[in-house]
T-cell receptor, first 113, second 113 residues
């Protein structure tokens, strides 16, 4: 059973479109995260979210928004896609705060043309 | 804000040789330190973490890391590298006050037969 899953694995789209990436965890964790990994492998946290608090990295454009229908899901919505949004996006989860072990999904490679 | 530097972009070692990957951090208080490994096309997996206590930390897959406050370092070591250790390795530092994690740029490890 996959602990943290993401769909789709690959996403190719045009500039200006709106897209979503889904994330689900079956670990019973309380906190979920979204990370962006650019072409140079640099990894940056975008959001962390539990049922009490959403923490947003201040550098993330407001075109990006996380949506959590329930504790097991944290989807990433991106509006008005730009070329610079091309990257691999990872979802992760942990039992509590980030000091607990984070379990990562396999990633979604987003390409904006 | 905290930051992490991994001075080596790419390291090549022979199978069976010892390994040390360098990590230097910058943070005013006691940091939370992590090492993650990313195999090609995969998400990240936690190798080990340090919060407090014994400065020599044991992790999975035979890895260990040593926290040296005086040098602001948290280097990862393995006495004998296996071909399956070829991957990208990321050092990360976390700050409890803002639930934020910062990753280094990564070190790519190649293992020669």
């Amino acid at each position: 059973d996959t602990a943290v899953s993401q769909t789709p694995k690959y996403l190719v789209t045009q500039m200006g479109n709106d897209k979503s990436i889904k994330c689900e965890q079956n670990l019973g964790h309380d906190t979920m995260y979204w990370y962006k990994q650019d072409s140079k492998k640099f990894l940056k946290i975008m959001f962390s979210y539990n049922n009490k608090e959403l923490i947003i990295n201040e550098t993330v454009p407001n075109r990006f928004s996380p949506k959590s229908p329930d504790k097991a899901h944290l989807n990433l919505h991106i509006n008005s896609l730009e070329l610079g949004d091309s990257a691999v996006y990872f979802c992760a989860s942990s039992r509590g705060t980030f000091t607990d072990t984070q379990y990562f999904g396999p990633g979604t490679r987003l390409t904006v043309l | 804000a905290q930051s992490v530097t991994q001075p080596d972009i790419h390291i090549t070692v022979s199978e069976g040789a010892s390994l040390e990957l360098r990590c230097n951090y910058s943070y005013g208080a006691t940091p939370y330190l992590f090492w993650y490994v990313q195999s090609p096309g995969q998400g990240l997996q936690l190798l080990l973490k340090y919060f407090s206590g014994d400065t020599l930390v044991q992790g999975i897959k035979g890895f260990e890391a040593e926290f040296k406050r005086s040098q602001s370092s948290f280097n990862l070591r393995k006495p004998s590298v296996h071909w399956s250790d070829a991957a990208e390795y990321f050092c990360a530092v976390g700050a409890a006050h803002n639930n934020d994690m910062r990753f280094g740029a990564g070190t790519r490890l190649t293992v020669k037969p």
